[in-house]
């Protein structure tokens, strides 16, 4: 099968994998009991509702909408059905199970995190030359020394949260769902025992972006100069959609020549990164990203040895009702 023909994405939730296609995207949960909980739903198709939104340099905004508000929509189901687990495990009434599954908990610390990577990522970098106090720097001196700020954060941030046991766990599925889809797109049949040969890593993957739009970033910024500290800092606010929009371009170039030298080199330092955003899998981690995958693309068939999962609506409460829309699939990051 050709590698184009099957574009999919996704991302890593708690204790499970998300994946999306065109139409759909589907989240697999490992209860604490080993049941695999799945959920499947359609995607809203803004871009095929509107032709303008598939358009270069405007695509690219859009899709890292839509992905962020995905990214929140799957991470809430996966905390749901944990909950739901637990208050199950506790004998909770109905109205306390309601309030675990609630994930306002979710949605605060989704907000939260939003704030801190504004402020951490884009506005702090901003004011690291002035604090140095580098004023003999020419502006792009100072430009330069702003991106290398930016990715210090960005690299001393991720190390540090990796120390956690659970972020440990979410980055083991992050290489889980890599080597998921690295086995599909190879032609490979997509089982636990194959998937394991495969890299982690993956060149549409979404921390490759963050690299990208640190460089794209410094070079849409050093025609601006250096300017007063606020000017400065609502120009960097004001850059953010123009640098993402030139990223996912050139990220969804190395993804489609990723054959060619060129889209390897482009890939390479997003791979470095990803050295500390992915850990190595192992086979119930494996399993449950190709349950998502699974239930998602038609051409995946779980193994005929696993278990029947069983299905959730959003709030995790378990129903065993699969949700009946197909998935087309389209490139996405993964």
Not at 61 to 75: K, Q
Not at 153 to 171: C, E, N, T
Not at 204 to 219: A, E, I, M, N, Q
Not at 282 to 293: M, N
């Amino acid at each position: 099968m050709s590698e184009n023909e099957h574009f999919y994405g996704g991302q890593a939730i708690i204790e499970g994998v998300m994946m999306r296609g065109t139409d759909a995207w589907v989240a697999a949960v490992r209860r604490q009991d080993g049941t695999v909980v799945i959920t499947r739903q359609p995607v809203s198709n803004f871009a095929e509702k509107h032709k303008w939104a598939k358009w270069p340099l405007i695509r690219g905004n859009i899709a890292l909408v839509e992905a962020l508000s995905l990214g929140m929509r799957s991470l809430i189901y996966s905390f749901n059905v944990l909950a739901e687990e637990e208050a199950e495990s506790l004998g909770a009434d109905e109205e306390v199970k309601k309030q675990a599954s609630s994930g306002w908990l979710v949605w605060l610390s989704i907000i939260a995190a939003l704030a801190l990577g504004v402020g951490l990522f884009v506005l702090l970098p901003a004011w690291v030359p002035d604090w140095l106090r580098a004023e003999e720097m020419s502006p792009t001196g100072k430009n330069l020394v702003e991106a290398v700020a930016r990715i210090i954060a960005i690299i001393g941030y991720i190390a540090v949260i990796s120390l956690m046991p659970d972020i440990r766990r979410v980055f083991q599925y992050h290489g889980a769902e890599h080597a998921t889809i690295n086995c599909l797109e190879a032609g490979e049949t997509v089982r636990s025992e194959n998937c394991g040969k495969f890299s982690p890593f993956h060149p549409r993957c979404g921390t490759s972006f963050l690299l990208l739009f640190v460089v794209v970033k410094l070079l849409l910024n050093v025609p601006l100069g250096w300017p007063d500290l606020w000017l400065r800092l609502a120009l960097r606010l004001a850059m953010v959609l123009p640098a993402a929009a030139v990223s996912y371009e050139i990220l969804r170039f190395a993804g489609r020549s990723r054959g060619s030298w060129f889209g390897q080199l482009l890939a390479a330092p997003g791979k470095l990164l990803q050295r500390l955003t992915t850990r190595t899998p192992d086979e119930q981690q494996l399993e449950t990203a190709i349950y998502a995958l699974a239930a998602l693309a038609d051409e995946v068939d779980l193994p005929p040895d696993s278990a029947t999962p069983r299905y959730a609506d959003m709030d995790g409460k378990i129903t065993d009702e699969a949700e009946p829309p197909e998935a087309e699939v389209e490139e996405e990051t993964v």
